[in-house]
T-cell receptor, first 118, second 114 residues
Framework: GAVVSQHPSWVICKSGTSVKIECRSL??????MFWYRQFPKQSLMLMAT?????????EQGVEKDKFLINHASLTLSTLTVTSAHPEDSSFYIC??????????????FGPGTRLTVT | AQKVTQAQTEISVVEKEDVTLDCVYE???????LFWYKQPPSGELVFLIR??????QNEISGRYSWNFQKSTSSFNFTITASQVVDSAVYFC???????????FGKGTHLIIQP
């Protein structure tokens, strides 16, 4: 159980275009989802936290107008990179947590999406 | 603010050697959770272990063992009789739980040479 999927697994887009990444919890309700970014050979950095039905909370230094997060249902969160530029090329990983369950500390990670902006 | 330090950027050992990956953390929370993840070249994170702040018992799982010491704020990970398949980047992470995301260390790139 506790499977999280991401789509697409990789995407190449041209500079200036927008790209949407989906994160789905397949067998549980994700009251909270997290988005992380990992540049090559670096660590994972939390970008934002989204709760179902409310606005996302962004970490310091993350542009909320550039990285649009929508958590419209208990099983789906989307990250849209708007007007992407080469410096946005990165590995984006989502994770999901079920705060209604007893495992308040558990985060289930998706497999990640590799974004390349040309 | 929370912080996780993995001082070892890269470790290279010969197969069958034992290797320890260090993790030191900082937090003001009295309740917190520590994790270790393995990240192979594919990028997908593989969960290895979770420890809460109230449980200082060391844990062993096959060739893997973990030493949690609150007195030194450390949560070290040892692989016994390392194998080539253990080669990966290993991350230590920390959270206060609830609506908090994970704070990751910078990772240790482990290379096991045949």
């Amino acid at each position: 159980g506790a499977v999280v999927s991401q789509h697409p697994s990789w995407v190449i887009c041209k500079s200036g275009t927008s790209v949407k990444i989906e994160c789905r919890s397949l067998d549980f309700q994700a009251t909270t989802m997290f988005w992380y970014r990992q540049f090559p050979k670096q660590s994972l950095m939390l970008m934002a936290t989204s709760n179902e039905g409310s606005k996302a909370t962004y970490e310091q230094g993350v542009e909320k107008d550039k990285f649009l997060i929508n958590h419209a249902s208990l099983t789906l969160s989307t990250l849209t990179v708007t007007s992407a530029h080469p410096e946005d090329s990165s590995f984006y990983i989502c994770s999901a947590r079920d705060l209604k369950g007893l495992a308040l500390y558990e985060q289930y990670f998706g497999p990640g999406t590799r974004l390349t902006v040309t | 603010a929370q912080k996780v330090t993995q001082a070892q950027t890269e470790i290279s050992v010969v197969e069958k050697e034992d290797v320890t990956l260090d993790c030191v953390y900082e937090t003001r929370d009295t309740t917190y959770y520590l994790f270790w993840y393995k990240q192979p070249p594919s990028g997908e994170l593989v969960f290895l272990i979770r420890r809460n702040s109230f449980d200082e018992q060391n844990e062993i799982s096959g060739r893997y063992s973990w030493n949690f010491q609150k007195s030194t704020s450390s949560f070290n990970f040892t692989i016994t009789a390392s194998q080539v398949v253990d080669s990966a980047v290993y991350f230590c992470a920390l959270t206060g739980g609830g609506a908090d995301g994970l704070t990751f260390g910078k990772g240790t790139h482990l290379i096991i040479q045949p």
